[in-house]
Nanobody, 117 residues
């Protein structure tokens, strides 16, 4: 089992940047494919970006070119660098970790991001 803790959310003006971090503990981090999801008020949770156990990445079309996901297995962290933020990026951002051996997945508690002037 893995425990996930997100950090780095907050209030930022349009065009600004934030860096979210997901810290994992309790398991072998390299066995997990990790993703960031977000959920805006009244909307369904959607995939933002994913990084696999072999560092392959994919992004939602809405964030391509603006967001970058990276992982550090030694530190057991996955970061999401968000640049050129837009009001439509406002949401609670959640970290998800999927164990490629046990096929179980885990969620963090979420960190809110608000993009507003």
């Amino acid at each position: 089992q893995v425990r996930l803790v997100e950090s780095g959310g907050g209030l930022v003006q349009p065009g600004g940047s934030l860096r979210l971090s997901c810290a994992a503990s309790g398991s072998i981090f390299s066995l997990y494919s990790v993703a960031w999801y977000r959920q805006a008020p009244g909307e369904q949770r959607e995939l933002v970006a994913r990084i696999t156990t072999v560092d392959m990445t994919n992004y939602a079309d809405s964030v391509k070119g603006r967001f970058t996901i990276t992982r550090d297995n030694a530190k057991a962290t996955v970061d999401l660098q968000m640049n050129n933020l837009k009001p439509e990026d406002t949401a609670v951002y959640y970290c998800n970790a999927y164990n490629v051996r046990t096929f179980r997945d885990y969620w963090g508690q979420g960190t809110p991001v608000t993009v507003s002037s």
